[in-house]
């Protein structure tokens, strides 16, 4: 599996994404600038990546202005063609923006920019461990509509959920305030993800920390 990391003007977090994929996954990685338009290199087996980080400044609104950027004109018609595409963070913004993934991305409840560990539960798994991921955004709150949050219910949209460590999905856990304490989701054909929380910044021994590996061995088997 080949993976593209677009980079954009003020993503910080591209670097931290190859590192996890080249070094701890061992997979083939390619850097994609914003301005390029040509990913003919890349069939619906890989994976396009779009980091976190501040695209563009996030001004006007996080994601808003990367969504017109050549790169990501190129990245919808891949993923409308069944290619996979993962947005982490801003990455995730964008993803929304684009409309490659439904709802928005709101500024956090508490108003307050959110950087810490927390713990995530995949939805689809019983019984399931929590993973301690990293999370560090200002506008992380999940939100959409109720017709949009049923047909993520139905469709089994929605892949992961902020829990406590013991693994209960609470307002307690919730670092941000996002609706039914929604951390990740899919498009309904399952190749488009976004989530808040950072795997890439747990994946390595150094870091003390690996559940991130666990995220990417649960969205594209690889690990």
Known sequence: MKFGVVVFPGSNCDRDMIEALKVDLKQEVIELWHKDKDISKFTTDDCIVIPGGFSYGDYLRCGAIAKFSLMMQSVVEFAKKGGKVLGVCNGFQILCESGLLPGALLRNAHQQFACKNVFI???AAEGGLPLKIPIAHGEGRYHADTATLEQ????????YRYCDEAGE???AANPNGAIHNI???CNKERNVFGMMPHP???SNEALGNKDGLKIFEHLFQIC
Request: no cysteine; net charge neutral; charged share 30%.
């Open 121 to 123: 539960k995949e939805t």
């Open 183 to 185: 951390a990740g989701i």
């Open 152 to 159: 993520l219910e139905m469709h089994r949209q929605i892949i």
């Open 200 to 202: 890439e910044r747990a």
């Open 169 to 171: 999905i609470t307002a």
